[in-house]
């Protein structure tokens, strides 16, 4: 049954994903972020979804009469000259072939990142895109949530098989990435049902979240309320609100929930924590010899006994940061960073154009949620292997579309009025003139 619906829903979805590309890239984020595909048991499972998705998006890049345009930002910019960096460190990886299947997978992911960008062009188009992010991760949350409490935290919550998100530590990252967008969602909607919907989703979320007994998650979370905290207007109400909603999370969690995360304070006592620590040392010795990194898939007996304090302690970074640096070097690692570090500054920009301003407010929540969600995503990733993961780069999509949208209407609004003239670098204010008498 499961297999003849996801056929239905793509068959029936194909024929507007051909005519709007907007519609392909829809479809794409779902199969990418949710890979419903895996939840099927039958000829469903092995479909090539996310290949028909993407072919589907490329042809209607030729056959939409939609207005496509890629926007001249900075976080751009900076995106593809950081998958030029991978493709030459690729080349001159320790292991070109298993390397050059890695960089496959993650340039499919940024080119498909690159028509986001230029397909997503009007409000609606924003907004569904944020829907289908959420929903994607959201049904991982709400099952998750509700598994977590019928067993009182017992057991961990999993991501879905195959996929970046996979492992309990991953799809906590993700579930709380996601938060964000599911408060800004219910801040701009009218139908209170929907709103009551989002605020359950939101609180089972988290609950998954901490159902995975993920430390970096525990740990993503703090950091994001702390951003929230210091966000608002009225900090002893959001601090008692915060504390509250805290201490109510972690009633439902086991006393094993509970030990796990005082390893935080014991690592040298933690075989795991110390594997990544002793990957992270081999991540920064190549780095340190080699200027373009060992390339993808570097994480081998022979990468180990050469570079690695402990040879037999063979891991997978598990860091954004490490595994960046260790595959593509300081360069790798800078363009990285200035990745995230634009997008904040982007997401910045939008707060401080749209502050007080009504007709704007669903923009200035958008670009705070985003901001939220990033240092999630910093803090978070911090213990795990998402550097190519869609989720953030989505995030990337959602401010840089989200702020050519505000120029745009800034312009479109002064060719209507040109009795106004917008203040230089700040095109959301507007100034009347006013012809004296002569």
Do not use: C
């Amino acid at each position: 049954m499961r297999d003849l619906l996801l056929i239905v829903i793509l068959l029936g979805t194909l024929p507007f994903a051909f005519k709007h590309t907007y519609v392909a890239v829809l479809l794409w984020t779902w199969v990418s972020i949710m890979n419903p595909h895996k939840l099927a048991y039958g000829f469903a499972n092995d479909a090539p979804f996310a290949l028909v998705a993407a072919v589907t998006a490329l042809v209607s890049l030729i056959a939409t009469k939609d207005k496509l345009k890629l926007p001249k930002e900075t976080p751009v910019t900076v995106l593809i000259l950081f998958v030029i960096w991978m493709a030459i460190t690729t080349a001159a990886s320790f292991y070109p072939d298993e390397s050059f299947m890695q960089l496959k997978k993650v340039i499919k992911i940024q080119l498909m990142t690159l028509v986001a960008l230029a397909a997503l062009q009007e409000r609606r188009h924003i907004e569904l895109f944020i829907w289908v992010n959420v929903l994607s991760i959201g049904f991982y949350g709400l099952k998750g949530g509700i598994f977590t409490i019928m067993t009182g935290g017992s057991y961990r919550v999993w991501g879905p098989p195959g996929g970046f998100i996979e492992g309990n530590n991953e799809i906590a990252v993700a579930l709380i990435m996601s938060i964000p967008f599911m408060n800004y969602l219910r801040l701009i909607v009218t139908h209170k049902w929907v709103k009551i919907g989002l605020t359950a989703m939101m609180v089972l979320t988290a609950i998954a979240a901490l159902g995975t007994q993920s430390r970096g998650a525990l740990l993503a979370l703090v950091a994001m309320m702390a951003v929230l905290w210091v966000r608002s207007d009225k900090k002893m109400v959001m601090g008692v609100t915060l504390v509250m909603v805290g201490m109510l999370l972690l009633a439902l969690m086991p006393s094993s929930w509970e030990e796990r995360m005082h390893t935080i304070k014991e690592y040298e006592e933690d075989g795991s924590a110390m594997g990544r620590i002793n990957a992270w040392w081999l991540a920064f010795n190549i780095a340190n010899r080699r200027i373009t990194g060992a390339g993808f898939e570097a994480y081998t007996p022979e990468t180990f006994a050469a570079f690695a304090p402990n040879p037999a302690d063979i891991h997978v970074a598990h860091s954004i940061y490490f595994s960046v640096l260790g595959e593509h070097g300081y360069i790798g690692l800078i363009l990285f960073l200035l990745v995230w570090v634009h997008t904040l500054r982007v997401a910045g920009k939008i707060r401080t154009k749209t502050r007080n301003r009504k007709d704007l407010e669903w923009l200035f929540h958008l670009a705070g949620m985003s901001q939220v969600a990033l240092v999630g995503y910093a803090v978070g990733g911090a213990f795990l292997s998402l550097a190519y993961f869609d989720l953030p780069y989505n995030i990337m999509v959602i401010v840089v579309v989200a702020h050519r949208w505000l120029l745009e209407k800034s312009v479109n609004s002064e060719a209507q009025d040109p009795g106004s003239v917008a203040e230089a670098g700040d095109p959301a204010v507007a100034v009347k003139v006013r012809t004296l008498p002569s």
